[in-house]
């Protein structure tokens, strides 16, 4: 019960923080829900009363009136109220929505490749709506309650103790009946959740402009078609074995409110039969006694109900934690950024949930404005070497060091201010030009336009007429939109990394896509543009390492060899195996070339 209480505290100060008008809206809806019962079954009392006793016309006309007006004016309320409240509740939405969709743009990158997290997150968006709480559920709790004191009150005035024991002993019933139903809802939670992501998850696919070629090339539609069609069977065993319960539940509803009923009906005619009401009475007494167990049905359903969404509140106040990013979590400092010496100490890392490392004792020091080459097969570590000095993930034992400072005691904005990265799988958004290059940063007209030509993107940008730098990426939003080429991307990438003016470049199979002369074109025109950087290359192609200060060969999830071109092909090690190799595979196509 204290968790309860706790749980229902949070979510009274997240509704409070998210909107203070909700709790206006609510307080004018109960006003209206309570007097709304208490005036439709008292006031026909009076009209009836007037009708089958005293006939007087006058009196009668203006109860009448009275009850028109009250009809009348409480619509009219609800009407101009609904108007409002359906305001707020979209403004509501909108800004929980926003603020659900930053905690995934903010929170700490390893928890997006954890299921278990997005189907509790995928639970939360659907379970955890502050509008529902307070202008849905709070609302009828506190309305139940005052029409059931109210009417309660009305039936112990007239001295109904009988029928309010049976009140009390049908609503325990359904009170026991109640439970089993909200933990059953509880329970099915989770699978919806997950069923609901899937079909999300094949939805987005099926409709992807991005992966439409893809799709029909490889003949796709067969196993995402299949796969949906298998989501939906899921789907309806889920709904059927729901809707089963739901049966069972609301007939047992139902019988228990018929007997009452019954009992409540037979007692209020065997009173007006034997004269000890009117007809006024008797259906002020009717409407007393189905207010009064309707209300106290509701408590209790809603008391119920409560209970289970406090385990909701509980997993909400696990999630808010899990997406509060670390580097909120940590004291952190801005330090001097005139030098850029990136050290790494006794370094292992394995990914989460996982028992194997992928890194293994790594040490490496990365210089200022110095040019290394990290290469290795697949799987050697290489891009999960990038995403620790990205602070994607945390090493696991030993530290990374910048400036002799651990980077995670860095402010984080200054720290991942001074890093770009070009990923193999780089993303162009359904954005213009600009935008994908400038990302929302301080707009600087000079610079924009040097980085168009250092990128060599200005020579496209001049032949798209009329929005030159504004033209739309892709035709998703604008039918004037641009498709790029494989080529036209890579620059329009190496404008945004340029643009945002690093200490350190990292470029993780920039030019996996380019033959070997635009390939080796590409590096030449880079190593001139960052002279003044620090530069991290990832490659399995080597052509990279001849424009590199010093080289890491990782293997087996460590530096096996680390020294400039020269040193390593000295060293007659892997380097110089994988060098070897390389340069026989084009030095064969060449030969193969001059002797069709």
């Known amino acids: 019960m204290k968790s309860l209480f706790i749980n229902m505290k949070i979510m009274f100060a997240y509704s409070w923080r998210v909107s203070k008008r909700i709790f206006f809206t609510t307080f004018i809806q109960i006003i209206l829900d309570t007097i709304e019962p208490l005036f439709m079954v008292i006031l026909p009392k009076f009209i009836i009363d007037e009708l089958t006793t005293g006939k007087r016309w006058d009196i009668t006309i203006k109860y009448i009136a009275l009850f028109i007006t009250f009809i009348f004016v409480t619509k009219g309320l609800r009407l101009l109220l609904d108007v409002y409240i359906n305001a707020t509740f979209n403004k509501i939405q ?33 379970n955890v709506r502050c509008a529902n709480f307070i202008g849905t559920d709070m609302a009828e709790f506190i309305t139940n309650l005052l029409i059931f004191i109210s009417f309660s009150s009305v039936m112990l005035y007239n001295s109904n103790i009988l029928i309010f024991l049976v009140i009390l002993a049908t609503t325990v019933i359904w009170h026991f009946i109640s439970i089993r139903h909200e933990k059953w809802k509880h329970h099915l939670q989770q699978p919806i959740a997950k069923n609901n992501r899937k079909f999300g998850y094949l939805y987005s696919t099926m409709i992807d402009f991005a992966q439409a070629k893809d799709l029909r090339v490889n003949k796709m539609s067969d196993l995402l078609l299949h796969n949906y069609e298998e989501q939906i069977k899921i789907h309806t065993k889920l709904l059927k074995k729901n809707t089963k319960k739901e049966n069972v539940f609301s007939l047992l509803n139902i019988a228990t409110t018929l007997v009452r009923d019954l009992v409540f009906y037979i007692y209020a005619a065997f009173s007006f039969l034997k004269d000890k009401i009117s007809l006024g009475d008797f259906t002020v007494l009717t409407g007393s006694i189905l207010n ?65 490392y992928i890194l ?39 530290q990374i ?98 643009y945002k003016n690093s200490r350190m ?39 990279a390492t001849k424009f590199c200060d010093k080289i890491a060969v990782i293997a087996n999830g460590a530096v096996e060899e680390y020294g400039s071109h020269e040193e390593l092909i000295a060293k007659q090690g892997i380097y110089k195996e994988l060098f070897q190799y390389q340069a026989s595979l084009y030095k064969g196509n060449e030969e193969d070339l001059g002797n069709p």
């Open 94 to 126: 909108s800004k929980t929505g926003k603020e659900y969709f930053n905690d995934f743009l903010s929170m700490d990158y390893e928890l997006l490749e954890d299921s278990n997290f997005r189907d509790l997150s995928a639970k939360i968006k659907y």
């Open 292 to 356: 009064t167990s309707n209300s106290l049905l509701a408590l209790i359903k809603k008391i119920n109900y409560f209970r289970v969404f406090s385990k909701n509140i509980s997993e909400y106040s696990t999630y808010k934690k899990m997406v509060t990013p670390r580097y909120m979590l940590q004291d952190t400092n801005e330090i001097a950024m005139t030098d850029y010496t990136l050290v790494f100490k006794n370094v292992f890392f394995k990914y989460p949930n996982t028992s194997d």
């Open 360 to 398: 293994k004792d790594v040490n490496l020091t990365i210089n200022n404005n110095e040019k290394l080459g990290i290469v290795g097969l697949n799987g050697a570590g290489k891009t999960s070497l990038i995403k620790l000095i990205c602070r994607l993930y945390k090493p696991n034992r030993g």
């Open 401 to 498: 060091f910048l400036n002799g400072h651990d980077i995670y005691s860095i402010d984080y904005y200054q720290y991942i201010s001074s890093i770009s990265v070009i990923f193999q799988d780089f993303q162009l958004f359904a954005f213009s030009i600009y935008d994908n290059i400038v990302l929302g940063k301080t707009f600087n007209s000079e610079k924009f336009q040097s980085v168009l030509k250092l990128s060599g993107l200005d020579g496209k940008i001049k032949q798209l007429h009329p929005n030159r730098e504004h033209t739309m990426i892709t035709k998703e939003f604008d039918e004037a939109g641009v498709d790029l080429s494989g080529g036209e991307s890579q620059k329009l990438v190496l404008a945004r990394a340029l």
């Open 505 to 543: 470049i990292i470029l993780d199979e920039p030019t996996a896509a380019m033959d070997p002369i635009a390939e080796y074109e590409f590096y030449q025109h880079f190593n001139e543009l960052s002279s003044q950087k620090t530069v991290i290359y990832i490659s399995h192609r080597l052509a």
